[in-house]
Every structure is written in structure tokens, then in C-alpha cells.
């Protein structure tokens, strides 16, 4: 980790692996890592946009991320999908 990304405390980073914890969120083109397998897409539309948001699951520590493909938002990318209580 370099100093100046944040560790996670929040309950949904719990847990994350190191290369998890690594990849930028919410910045649009930012790399993922090795062992995140892609799964489904879905076509979501963000104001009077069609996106591709694509879930991915790290098979490392069990992580599951939403990709979202806006070329209008830079800081569409990479989000961590929250665990349902």
C-alpha cells in the first residue's frame, strides 16, 4: 500500500486482500487486478446515457466489484459493492 491511499475501516472494506485494497475506485480506465473474474453485465442508463456496469468477484478474498464503462464520467470505474445486512 503507498502512503497515500487510505486504508478501508468501513465494514464493506473488511476483509478486502491487499491487491483489492490496491485498485482505485471511482476513476474511470483505472486497472483492476489478476484474480478479479468477470461475471455479468447489465445496461443501466446514468440522465440520458446507456452505460455497461460489468460485476466482477476477486477470487482471492471474495470481493465484489461493479466496473462501470461511462466514457462521459471520470469518475465512473471501479466500486465496491456493498454487503447486504
Not at 48 to 55: D, F, H, I, N
Not at 63 to 85: F, I, M
Given at each position: ?61 471474495g ?23
Open positions: 500500500m503507498t502512503p497515500d491511499q487510505i486504508p478501508p475501516t468501513d465494514a464493506t472494506h473488511a476483509g478486502m486482500c491487499e491487491p483489492c485494497t490496491a485498485v482505485q475506485q471511482n476513476w474511470r480506465r483505472a486497472p483492476g487486478h489478476a484474480e478479479l473474474v468477470q461475471g455479468a453485465n447489465r445496461k443501466e442508463l446514468r440522465g440520458e446515457t446507456t452505460v455497461t456496469v460489468t460485476r466482477y468477484r476477486c477470487d482471492h478474498c470481493t465484489v466489484w461493479d466496473y462501470e464503462n461511462n466514457k462521459a464520467n471520470q469518475r465512473a470505474g471501479w466500486s465496491v459493492v456493498p454487503l447486504r445486512a
